[in-house]
């Protein structure tokens, strides 16, 4: 899948891990095994599948780039993977958990910027960017393609920068057994959360899955997530 969206200065492509904007190693793995915080996805009230997305640089970045080699977040899967470029998509039922690392504000790799710290807001908007490149319709040549992810990802962006106004809800979900307070919006194309958890920020993204029913818990073996 070609549908892409930039995460502060970083490339991230659905389905592939990125890492400071280039394609990661073979082993899509590694970029998660470098990670410097815990993966977060569903608990063990998931039987379904569970697969590797994306890791990535920048999280909290906007607009500048990320230090290079560094991992800021990444996504874990679960159900159907993300459709291909022409395929049917509106009976895929999955969900997208995105963990991201709590980090200071910071200068940019290329010491042209500063990043900012990392937020809820970051979460968001990355879960934001997940359920766009999972639910961009199929039948959109390249450059409308294009258009309509510039414009659903702004609108992301700036809604993720309001996590206390009106198109968010409150949502309360266990993180490793606890509830922990979200906050929650829904759109035609599937449902978008984001909040805290300890250690780390948390996200997630769905469609076909109701947000209501899902838990989160610390991933102590990424191999579930790994095999083909």
């Known amino acids: 899948m070609d549908a892409t969206s930039q995460v502060g200065g970083a490339t991230a492509t659905a389905g592939g891990p990125v890492v400071g904007g280039q394609a990661g190693p073979a082993d899509p793995l590694v970029p998660y095994l470098s990670a410097d915080f815990p993966w977060y996805g569903l608990d063990e009230g998931w039987t379904g599948r569970r697969f590797l997305m994306q890791a990535g640089a ?48 910071r200068r940019s790799a290329d010491n042209t910027g500063t990043l900012e710290a990392t937020s809820a807001s970051s979460a968001a908007w990355l879960a ?18 294009r258009d309509w992810l510039d414009q659903q990802s702004a609108l992301a962006w700036d809604l993720a920068d309001d996590l206390a106004g009106p198109g968010w809800s409150a949502l309360s979900l266990p993180v490793n057994g606890s509830p922990q307070p979200f906050r929650y919006r829904e ?9 805290e958890a300890p250690g780390i920020l948390l996200g997630a993204f769905g469609r076909g899955v109701s947000a209501y029913g899902v838990g989160f818990a610390t991933v102590p073996d990424l191999s579930a997530y790994a095999r083909p």
């Open 187 to 195: 759109s035609e194309y599937g449902w978008v959360l984001a909040g």
């Open 58 to 105: 920048g999280a909290g970045a906007g607009r500048a780039g990320a230090a290079a080699g560094s991992v800021d977040y990444g996504t874990l899967g679960h159900g159907d993977e993300p459709a291909r470029q022409y395929e049917p998509r509106d009976m895929r039922k999955f969900a997208g958990v995105v963990t991201v690392a709590r980090r200071d504000s």
């Open 128 to 145: 934001g960017s997940g359920l766009l490149a999972a639910t961009w319709p199929g039948q959109l040549d390249r450059t409308l393609r």
